[in-house]
C-alpha cells in the first residue's frame, strides 16, 4: 500500500450524465475525506468518513452528489445529472485519526461537456 | 466565519534568495494550521502543521495568534522549491481542512 488511490484518474462526460469515482485510503486509516478543487483555488472540502458513518457534508454537496463508504474501506462519490460546473478536481484523502496528518490521493478530474 | 486568506498568487524569487509566503486566517476558537506542498505533476502533501514545531526541507512557520497569521519561511530558496504552496486550518474539534487559494513559488537559477 503506497498511498491513497483513486479511479478513474480523468473523466469527460455529458451534461445530465451520472459518474462515479472511486478512493482507496490507505489500508489502516479510518478517516476519508473528500475535496472539489477548482482552477485557481484551494481544495474545497465536501465531506467526511469515520469508518463507515459520514460525520460531516458541506452545503456545497447538493443533492445531486452522494458518497458512500460502505464496509469502512474505499469510498465512492457519485454525482448525478452533471452539470458544467462540476467539472473540477475530486480529491481524496485520508487520516489515521482526529488530528492526524491527511494524506492526499492523486485526484480524479472531471470535465463536463 | 472560517477562512484563510494568501493574499499572493505568485511569488517568483533567484535561487539564494529568501522567501515569505504570507497567510492570514480567521477563526473564532484554537485552530491548528498547516502548509501543504504540490510539485509538479505530484500530489498534494503535508510540508509542515504548528503542532509540530519542525523544520522541512529548511522552511519553517510560526503561529502569531495576534496578527493571526502563520507565514511560511526559508532563508535561501532552491530551485527544487518550485512548486504550489496551500496554507489550510482545522479546528481540534473537526477534521475538515479550509485552504487558500495557494502561492505558486517560482525559484529561478
Known amino acids: 500500500d503506497t498511498g491513497v488511490s483513486q479511479n478513474p484518474r480523468h473523466k469527460i462526460t455529458k451534461r445530465g450524465q451520472n459518474v462515479t469515482f472511486r478512493c482507496d485510503p490507505i489500508?489502516?486509516?479510518?478517516?476519508l475525506y473528500w475535496y472539489r478543487q477548482t482552477l485557481g483555488q484551494g481544495p474545497e472540502f465536501l465531506t467526511y468518513?469515520?469508518?463507515?458513518?459520514?460525520?460531516?457534508k458541506s452545503r456545497l454537496l447538493s443533492d445531486r452528489f452522494s458518497a458512500e463508504r460502505p464496509k469502512g474501506s474505499f469510498s465512492t462519490l457519485e454525482i448525478q445529472r452533471t452539470e458544467q460546473g462540476d467539472s473540477a478536481m475530486y480529491l481524496c484523502?485520508?487520516?489515521?485519526?482526529?488530528?492526524?496528518?491527511?494524506?492526499f490521493g492523486p485526484g480524479t478530474r472531471l470535465l463536463v461537456l | 466565519a472560517q477562512r484563510v486568506t494568501q493574499p499572493e498568487k505568485l511569488l517568483s524569487v533567484f535561487k539564494g534568495a529568501p522567501v515569505e509566503l504570507k497567510c492570514n486566517y480567521s477563526?473564532?476558537?484554537?485552530?491548528?494550521l498547516f502548509w501543504y506542498v504540490q510539485y509538479s505533476r505530484q500530489r498534494l502533501q503535508l510540508l509542515l502543521r504548528?503542532?509540530s514545531r519542525e523544520s522541512i526541507k529548511g522552511f519553517t512557520a510560526d503561529l502569531n495568534k495576534g496578527e493571526t497569521s502563520f507565514h511560511l519561511k526559508k532563508p535561501f530558496a532552491q530551485e527544487e522549491d518550485s512548486a504550489m504552496y496551500y496554507c489550510?486550518?482545522?479546528?481540534?474539534?473537526?477534521?475538515?481542512?479550509?485552504f487558500g487559494t495557494g502561492t505558486r513559488l517560482q525559484v529561478f537559477p
Open positions: 484523502a485520508s487520516s489515521l485519526d482526529l488530528t492526524g496528518t491527511q494524506y
Open positions: 489500508s489502516e486509516h479510518n478517516r
Open positions: 468518513f469515520q469508518n463507515e458513518a459520514q460525520l460531516e
Open positions: 477563526y473564532s476558537g484554537s485552530p491548528e
Open positions: 504548528h503542532i
Open positions: 489550510a486550518l482545522s479546528s481540534y474539534n473537526t477534521d475538515k481542512l479550509i
